[in-house]
């Protein structure tokens, strides 16, 4: 497969000949000795603040500890060298803060580090900061009283996506080729569509997400990356995925031994099921559906075989199995960061729908959480039933092209309504999570207006690797990495 190249034209590129390589070319740079991790630290620094200023992307900036990292030599991994950004969620960097988007954590600082970055420092990655989302990773923009509001590279009155919008805007703006996310109902995938990456949530059980606990909401929640090429993505998967201690279960192992090899694996024939309708009737804007039709013509014109059919899933079991999940993992943390602190959380510490989670998980029975399991496995079963017939699902990521800012902003008052309203925007995403199948946001088609819109592809459960080949086709034939947007 050949490299990822892109048209270095984004004004705020400090540096265009760094620019135009993905991370495996950046990191076979510094192995011919063409540059320095030091000065792609520099470069990539460079490239952060002056983007930043305009889109709102960092939430903190460990520049000196990057640059410790360097002096104390690198390991040689697939990535020595290049720059990285963890998303400021659920993971840990000794000696900084992690505030997961909240005024409430903004002082506690991590006393080491998570597994996940640890194997990042292994694989060589430089981090030099951390992303922004919104808090405690709750919604579909990136949006909160703790960090303010994360724009769009490709149009600044626009979302970012969420929750890991930082990411999303910092790779979009060439800042660094890829950055950390986590996906809990689509957090990966939806900044992916938004700012026109490619966004792969893998499957349960695949990453770590440990030690503090080798499960995010009950299993919902996995993490991996936004990146600018398929092949960073599959890359990184291979240096960060395994077991870790205390994990119940493991992803099986990839066909080929590794998750880059399968991108050169002989590429066969799939049968694609084209799910055009959302699940529960809610509309779908005509940029998104023309997405995912231009999409099924292209992997027919790549020798698939595509057929029109969806899965009878109980959508509104699982989506109250969401909320129940989520309003209880919500309230354990405010319960416990009030604990932990010796003083308890008020609610104008906390966003307005953060606040309704907690109160609500407060008031949940257990009843309703082993309802939610059930839920959760009845959908699973479904979906492998009706994966005997396909290998992929192909939908629409999202239901709308990015929306405008504030439409979606936790500080909303009325919470239930804007849960609609998030469901209405992302209706598509979250039954990946429910059954814990890997699915992935490919920047296959532009609006009218110039916004990206990304097109989903879901896979069964452990099998990435037919995922990535796919991918991997996708974007040889349709290539993205050349579109930049200029601010």
């Given at each position: 497969?050949?490299?990822?190249?892109?048209?270095?034209?984004?004004?705020?590129?400090?540096?265009?000949?760094?620019?135009?390589?993905?991370?495996?070319?950046?990191?076979?740079?510094?192995?011919?000795?063409?540059?320095?991790?030091?000065?792609?630290?520099?470069?990539?620094?460079?490239?952060?603040?002056?983007?930043?200023?305009?889109?709102?992307?960092?939430?903190?900036?460990?520049?000196?500890?990057?640059?410790?990292?360097?002096?104390?030599?690198?390991?040689?991994?697939?990535?020595?060298?290049?720059?990285?950004?963890?998303?400021?969620?659920?993971?840990?960097?000794?000696?900084?803060?992690?505030?997961?988007?909240?005024?409430?954590?903004?002082?506690?600082?991590?006393?080491?580090?998570?597994?996940?970055?640890?194997?990042?420092?292994?694989?060589?990655?430089?981090?030099?900061?951390?992303?922004?989302?919104?808090?405690?990773?709750?919604?579909?923009?990136?949006?909160?009283?703790?960090?303010?509001?994360?724009?769009?590279?490709?149009?600044?009155?626009?979302?970012?996506?969420?929750?890991?919008?930082?990411?999303?805007?910092?790779?979009?703006?060439?800042?660094?080729?890829?950055?950390?996310?986590?996906?809990?109902?689509?957090?990966?995938?939806?900044?992916?569509?938004?700012?026109?990456?490619?966004?792969?949530?893998?499957?349960?059980?695949?990453?770590?997400?440990?030690?503090?606990?080798?499960?995010?909401?009950?299993?919902?929640?996995?993490?991996?990356?936004?990146?600018?090429?398929?092949?960073?993505?599959?890359?990184?998967?291979?240096?960060?995925?395994?077991?870790?201690?205390?994990?119940?279960?493991?992803?099986?192992?990839?066909?080929?031994?590794?998750?880059?090899?399968?991108?050169?694996?002989?590429?066969?024939?799939?049968?694609?099921?084209?799910?055009?309708?959302?699940?529960?009737?809610?509309?779908?804007?005509?940029?998104?559906?023309?997405?995912?039709?231009?999409?099924?013509?292209?992997?027919?014109?790549l020798g698939h075989h595509v057929e029109e059919a969806a899965p009878a899933l109980d959508v509104a079991s699982v989506r109250a199995g969401f909320t129940s999940v989520v309003t209880c993992a919500i309230a354990q943390i405010v319960r416990d960061r009030g604990l932990?602190?010796n003083r308890s959380v008020c609610a104008d510490e906390v966003d307005s729908v953060p606040w309704w989670f907690n109160e609500q998980g407060q008031k949940l029975s257990a009843l309703m959480l082993t309802d939610a399991n059930s839920a959760f496995q009845n959908a699973?079963?479904?979906?492998?039933?009706?994966?005997?017939?396909?290998?992929?699902?192909?939908?629409?990521?999202?239901?709308?092209?990015?929306?405008?800012?504030?439409?979606?902003?936790?500080?909303?008052?009325?919470?239930?309504?804007?849960?609609?309203?998030?469901?209405?925007?992302?209706?598509?995403?979250?039954?990946?999570?429910?059954?814990?199948?890997?699915?992935?946001?490919?920047?296959?088609?532009?609006?009218?207006?110039?916004?990206?819109?990304?097109?989903?592809?879901?896979?069964?459960?452990?099998?990435?690797?037919?995922?990535?080949?796919?991918?991997?086709?996708?974007?040889?034939?349709?290539?993205?990495?050349?579109?930049?947007?200029?601010?």
């Open positions: 497969m050949a490299a990822a190249t892109v048209v270095p034209n984004f004004a705020m590129t400090q540096d265009s000949s760094f620019a135009s390589y993905d991370g495996i070319g950046l990191a076979g740079l510094v192995r011919r000795k063409k540059a320095s991790p030091a000065e792609l630290l520099d470069w990539a620094i460079k490239n952060a603040e002056t983007a930043n200023a305009k889109l709102n992307f960092l939430a903190h900036k460990h520049y000196d500890a990057a640059k410790a990292q360097i002096r104390a030599a690198l390991p040689s991994g697939p990535f020595t060298g290049v720059p990285f950004l963890l998303k400021d969620l659920g993971v840990a960097l000794s000696g900084t803060v992690t505030s997961n988007g909240s005024l409430i954590f903004k002082d506690r600082v991590a006393d080491f580090d998570s597994e996940l970055v640890l194997r990042y420092k292994r694989a060589g990655l430089v981090i030099f900061g951390k992303t922004t989302s919104p808090e405690f990773g709750l919604g579909g923009t990136t949006e909160s009283k703790a960090f303010g509001q994360t724009r769009n590279p490709w149009n600044l009155e626009r979302v970012a996506g969420g929750s890991s919008g930082g990411s999303g805007a910092a790779v979009a703006a060439g800042v660094v080729p890829m950055a950390q996310g986590s996906d809990g109902g689509g957090s990966i995938r939806i900044p992916a569509s938004c700012n026109g990456l490619f966004g792969l949530k893998p499957s349960r059980g695949r990453i770590p997400t440990g030690p503090v606990a080798t499960e995010i909401w009950l299993g919902l929640s996995v993490r991996h990356a936004l990146t600018r090429s398929v092949r960073d993505s599959a890359a990184l998967m291979d240096a960060t995925a395994g077991t870790e201690l205390g994990s119940r279960y493991t992803a099986p192992a990839p066909r080929t031994g590794s998750f880059l090899s399968e991108l050169r694996a002989t590429r066969q024939k799939l049968r694609i099921a084209l799910m055009l309708t959302e699940p529960s009737g809610l509309p779908l804007d005509v940029e998104c559906l023309t997405a995912a039709l231009s999409a099924a013509k292209l992997c027919e014109s932990e602190r699973a079963f479904t979906m492998a039933q009706f994966m005997t017939r396909f290998d992929v699902v192909l939908s629409p990521t999202l239901a709308k092209p990015p929306i405008k800012l504030g439409e979606l902003n936790n500080a909303a008052v009325d919470a239930p309504a804007l849960r609609k309203q998030m469901t209405a925007f992302s209706p598509f995403t979250s039954i990946a999570n429910a059954t814990g199948q890997p699915a992935m946001s490919v920047p296959l088609h532009w609006s009218a207006s110039g916004m990206p819109v990304g097109v989903m592809f879901m896979g069964r459960y452990g099998d990435e690797g037919t995922l990535f080949r796919l991918a991997a086709q996708l974007e040889q034939a349709q290539p993205w990495a050349n579109r930049r947007p200029v601010i």
